[in-house]
């Protein structure tokens, strides 16, 4: 039950390899199958109303699964997204942060697959969930 | 936190007005929203190699979350699945039940959302993960 | 440009490895990145109200996009399913048969992506539709 | 098969009321049942290599099948994306627009279902496929 990277490394990571976006997203927590992330609300992730908009809800949900695929086999950095599957379920909730629970299904040889399920910071009820499969490039 | 139907209430409802599944799918277990539901592994499930069938899954993540949704608003037949997503992730073992425990998600008006994560009974492991959306009849 | 099977080779390999589904289920025309299979409607494949069960057009779908792998690399018994996304849109027709239509999208050297509309036989509208990723297995 | 709005109506609307991102999408196209969009691609939308990201294709999916709902109901701003699978297929070509073609597969009281292929501009081979659902506010 080892682990390549822990919430402080991934965020380091994410710094230095992704900064266009480090500003926005954060590891709050990272264990061997689960990942807690967080998309830190700012004017350009809101679309008209003030919630959260979708490709906002996305792009957290990949950060948060691509951390967890990480957290385990390392900076890999050509580990890609082949697919995705969300359902949007409620309203985020306006001027809260954004809380995505990953958890780790499989990691397989050729294959990662999660779930998240995202909230508004301190709500009840899920605001979306959404299942993903990393492709992870050969070892070499 | 009430509940329309328990689990001994499914399972008649099953073989009611499905007779034809209900020898082969049981409700263990029904609460506010949770589902535990199995597939009685027969010859009918297998695929050739032995293991249950891509179909067969399907039918067990589709049945487990009609049955949640009727556990919560009673025994409405025109309850119609609009969206499945799978990820089949490792094979069955051969012999075995398989138990799918859902999560119901989003209880809404007119839509319902809830996920299902499937292993072969006795085995650690998720043999496939399911989210699907239920479209539920206006109330009449 | 080339192909490893056409439809009279795939209903055969159907009838030689999947005895079981080949009554059933027939390719009906498969060109380089297009087939067409249909589902002969039978008792089995029905839900109480007379139409085709959602399990049966999953396997429809999935035996659709199976044969159209099949007839770019041949037949490889172990390609499996990794995810399938299905929309179901409209109520089968009682009485027909099931057409699937699949395109081929990637046919990649580890990852087979393709979608699949079907219809009542001889009616307009789309009953469902399905996108699937197959595993390719490693030449050997 | 009347139309509510065509393309030059959509523009317009994404422009009054979508000002924050009528500067990178735009309709090309739309009749009774297709559309086209585009993504006009600037660096806000690559990721590190310089390639279009993933939030990106979503944003640009989720538009077209907007779009080519209000060209149907008209301007109804309240309709909203319940459900989205995308498979990610192939790395979009750099410097390049990405363009959407959309198909309406059902329009209901209550969801309307679509499915788009993204390609870069002037290439061959889809880059990514989506189906969406979206929900439509009762009329009033």
């Known amino acids: ?10 965020n380091r990571f994410l710094q230095s390899d992704f900064p266009q976006v480090a500003g926005s997203f954060r590891v709050d ?7 807690t992330a967080r998309l830190v609300v700012g004017r350009d992730h809101l679309r008209p109303g003030g919630t ?6 996305f792009a957290l949900a990949d950060l948060a699964v691509y951390c967890m695929v990480l957290a385990r086999i390392g900076p890999v950095a050509l580990a890609v997204t082949t697919n ?3 359902d949007f379920m409620r309203k ?3 001027g809260r942060d954004l809380v995505a629970e990953c958890r780790l299904l499989k990691l397989g040889r050729v294959l990662a697959v999660a779930d998240v399920l995202m909230h508004s910071d301190g709500q009840e009820g899920a605001v979306a969930r959404c299942s993903m499969t990393y ?4 070892a070499t």
Chains 1, 2, 3, 4 share one sequence.
């Open 1 to 10: 039950m080892t682990m390549a990277m822990d919430a402080e490394a991934l």
């Open 29 to 35: 927590d990272a264990s061997h199958d689960r990942l």
């Open 52 to 57: 959260v908009s979708g490709p906002s809800m």
């Open 84 to 86: 995705a599957s969300i």
């Open 92 to 94: 985020p909730a306006a």
């Open 135 to 138: 492709s992870i490039p050969p």
